[in-house]
């Protein structure tokens, strides 16, 4: 793992964990890795620790030559108070770090896949019109307003940083007008420079739709803002492990830089109930960084799913152009608000000019996200507390229909409309 804030530890473990993403949902098939997240307890010193478990095991390996024989730790997390590492682990060591008192949680890494959620209603929908239907919604509190215009500031979200952990951008896309750049990339190891050929580059899609929800010329919701790609993975596979990986890289990235009251990280990727995710999502928010996530496209209760389920993050449920809960969208408590999620058109890959219509809450994260970062530009909104307290405050309540269990609330970029 190529980090500049952590160092590569090789001890007697492995990893191996994926999720789903979430516009595009998770499969609900999921293939289990020989490999764990160990979370440790606050306060605990984990190089020591890490020590230790080697010294379980007398000639463990210093090297990851041979992953297929060889454990090792592949990464470590340390944001905040929370702390934690990812590697495969053979059953005398499990059972010692059950019993072990650092340690604070242990749980299995998940691979999946991506699907499309599936849609009841007509595609009648998804017309060139429902183009600009959501950048209505959020900027106008009544429903079924008959003009399909967005009221936004002169600023839009000008100097501000959106941290898109997804499958990549095409930053060479039109829409963009430059301001897509490269950050991260954990299915490479390695910063998206020349030096790493391909890194960042999104082949999916996915990730260049939501980079355009949140801050293209035409479909955008910040449209003067900066969006960093932060890869971490592909349609095909994406391990918890390379989530927790790139959030450390963008949670350091952004404090580095002291971007805490203009920059937002935004998470589309689901996985079931998972501690260490949620865990690292509440230390981000500690250290003043804003996260939104997409609530996930299940239909089911949004407490199953992380980091949505973490009352630190910004969780997003997908609605239609009638104000409707999509039918594919979790639902319950944990969600915070609704956006538009379906038909939703944004950029694509493949061509500098290409759109395409996609439904899921990963869209409706990418509005939440470019609502917050025109928020960010506006106001002094200093961290995340205060992000969410505005965003929340702001938002139109009572117009969502079947909202299943959740808080009917609405987003709104309080244009005044």
Known sequence: MYSPFLSLIFIFLMLGSALGFSSISWSSTLNTLDGYIVTVKSGSNLSRHLAEVQSWTPGFPNSTTDTKKRSFVSHQYSIGDFQGYAGRFDPFTIQKLHAHHEVLNIERDLVSSIKSPTERRKRSIVTQRTSSYGLQQISQRASGSPDQKYFYDSSAGSQTFAYLLDTGIFAEHLEFQGRASFGYDATKTCRCTPSCPGACKDRDGHGTHVAGIVGSRTWGVAKRCSMIAVKVGTRDSVQLSKLLDVLQWAVDEIEERSRQSRAVIAITVTVPYSAALNGAVSAAYRRGVSTVTAAGNDNHDAKQSSPGSSQAAITVAASDVQRHRASFSNWGPAVDLFAPGVGIYSTWIGDRAATRAQ???????AY????????????????????????????TRGV????????NVFVYNGSGR
């Not at 439904?359 to 994260?365: E, I, W």
């Not at 939440?368 to 702001?394: E, F, I, N, P």
């Open 368 to 395: 939440v996200a470019g609502v917050v970062l025109y928020l960010k530009g506006l106001h002094d909104l200093r961290d995340a507390s205060t992000t969410r307290d505005r965003l929340l405050a702001l938002a």
């Open 400 to 407: 969502v229909r079947n909202t299943g269990n959740t808080a």
């Open 359 to 365: 439904s899921g809450t990963s869209q409706a994260c």
